[in-house]
């Protein structure tokens, strides 16, 4: 299944980036982590997606995501 000519799990990639690129904008840390776990979580689907699977996107990104996870959750 394609839209404009591109498959639709390029474009989950291309709003995976789009939202880990995005997420560096924003002013506060928590709210980059959110928005990066988001991204993450994308890239992790993305990953579980091609043909073969991507263990790096899929390791990385999941990696990152607990990390972000963590900060979040932490009590300072």
């Not at 980059?32 to 988001?38: D, E, G, T």
Request: glycine letters at 6%; hydrophobic letters at 55%; aromatic letters at 18%.
């Amino acid at each position: 299944m394609e839209f404009l000519g591109i498959s639709y799990i390029e474009w989950i990639g291309y709003a995976a980036m789009a939202t880990v690129l995005i997420s560096f904008l924003m002013k506060s840390v928590n709210k980059l982590r959110i928005v990066n776990s988001f991204g993450c979580l994308l890239f992790v689907f993305y990953g579980f997606m091609l043909e073969p699977l991507s263990k790096p996107i899929i390791i990385t990104n999941t990696a990152i995501f607990f990390i972000n996870s963590y900060y979040l959750l932490k009590k300072h």
